[in-house]
């Protein structure tokens, strides 16, 4: 419960509860020692109480008129004395809360609060040996009382400014390191999605600055290492498309002229042929079908290593070869197509890997899709180019998203700083393939 709550309130939670139980502690000590602080600031006027009450005694011994002596006593100490006198018989002892007598400012409930201390010092009074009454100390405790209710509003009000003040001083260093934290938080998000450009805010406490810090040389370090991968992995698309290029020069300068020639001594053998040769002319032929058959092999796998007609004729139209093509070869899948004529402009590795893009994900759309419907998308939007291939197939299985061949071209996006990415949406199957170009025109070959 407590790793659920935000820093702020882990922060403000035992600030708060500190001080509350400060305040507590201060009620309680409050009404501890108030008791005794009272009786002891009343003792004096105890004891005067029974030194009166025998001067008042040995008076009335010595007095012709004792009750008259006494009555005029009592009428001498009126009623807002704190010595009363009280008859014989005329009820209970007076009790500390009798003397109460100003208590506007001072609330009921603190009153209550407190416990009043024993303060009942009551005197005989005795005219003849015969007891008339008491000379009862009952004191004004409105003013002591009104200073120890200032007293707890002034702790009140020392602990409520205290809270106040760190408070305050808590909410700042709060924000302060939230704020680095949250810069900190961001940033790594950043780092994770592979922004490695935007430096990380050094501030807040020195922990956070030397996280933030470390943070920024892993940046560094995470940018340098991608800068070398990139380049690693661009001069292995180079050195392929060397391959390729080599492979598919040998085959069509070496094998290409071999076959021609079958081809052509296979129509002079069968033009030479008598008719009356039989099994010869039925065997030329079935040679020169097979020659047709391997030509047309030849010329597929030398698209397949390298179109060298990219050169030639530029991407797009290259492009619309490959969905012509496609379609003679899957007359029963409806393709459809919106390419940019500003493919055109674009040449080098950037023009092979769209045309390689969209080459694998065709392939894979024949033969894994079952699809009766595919979309080819090829535009440019400012400084990147954006590809996707749809069908309406089955998909592709959970856990295996990219085959040998879209990995193949996952790498090469990656090594001119793009993304591929293979998903599912709206019942079809969608690769996606976003090229920057500018830093591609620029990249080193």
């Not at 002891?40 to 008129?65: C, K, Y």
Request: glycine share 8%.
């Amino acid at each position: 419960m407590w790793q659920r709550l935000s820093f702020r309130t882990q922060l403000f939670l035992p600030l708060g509860a500190s001080f509350l139980a400060a305040l507590v502690l201060g009620g309680i000590l409050l009404q501890i020692f108030a008791t005794g602080q009272l009786a002891d600031e009343n003792e004096p006027a105890r004891r005067s109480i029974r030194v009166i009450a025998a001067a008042l005694n040995n008076t009335l011994r010595t007095s012709d008129h004792p009750q008259t002596t006494l009555d005029a006593f009592v009428q001498s100490l009126g009623t807002s004395s704190d010595i009363q006198f009280r008859a014989a018989g005329t009820g209970p002892p007076p009790s500390a809360k009798e003397g109460l007598r100003n208590l506007q400012a001072v609330p009921q409930w603190f009153v209550n609060l407190l416990t009043m201390p024993d303060i009942d010092a009551a005197s005989p009074v005795l005219i003849d040996g015969r007891h008339v009454g008491d000379l009862v100390f009952l004191p004004d405790l409105s003013a002591d009382l009104f200073e120890k209710w200032i007293g707890f509003l002034a702790l009140t009000g020392l602990v409520v400014v205290l809270m106040a003040l760190t408070g305050t001083i808590a909410y700042l260093f709060a924000k302060s390191a939230m704020r680095s934290l949250q810069h900190l938080g961001e940033g790594l998000t950043r780092i994770r999605r592979g922004d490695y450009a935007t430096p990380i805010p050094v501030g807040g406490p020195p922990e956070v600055r030397r996280s933030c810090e470390a943070a920024n040389a892993l940046s560094t370090t995470l940018a340098q290492l991608s800068h070398d991968n990139r380049d690693l992995l661009h001069r292995l698309v180079s050195l392929q498309d060397d391959e390729r290029r080599d492979l598919a020069r040998e085959l069509h300068d070496e094998l290409g002229p071999l076959l021609f020639s079958i081809r052509a001594g296979t129509i002079s053998l069968m033009e030479a042929a008598s008719p009356t040769s039989g099994n010869l002319g039925n065997s030329a032929e079935d040679v020169l079908q097979s020659v047709e058959a391997l030509q047309q092999t030849n010329r597929r796998i030398l698209d397949r290593l390298r179109p060298l007609y990219i050169e030639e004729l530029g991407l797009a139209t290259s492009v619309q070869t490959l969905l012509q093509n496609f379609r003679k070869q899957a007359p029963h899948i409806g393709l459809t197509s919106a390419i940019d004529p500003g493919l055109n402009a674009i040449d080098g590795p950037l023009a092979q890997t769209v045309y390689r893009v969209i080459q694998e994900a065709l392939t894979n759309v024949l033969r894994h899709a079952g699809a009766n419907h595919a979309h080819v998308q090829a535009t440019i939007a400012g400084d990147a180019l954006d590809i996707e291939v749809s069908d309406d197939g089955g998909g592709f299985p959970e856990g295996n998203r990219f085959g040998r061949g879209l990995t193949g071209m996952h790498e090469r996006a990656r090594a001119l700083s793009g993304s591929l990415s293979l998903l599912r949406a709206d019942q079809r199957t969608r690769v996606r393939c976003r090229l920057p170009i500018e830093r591609v025109r620029n990249a080193p070959a």
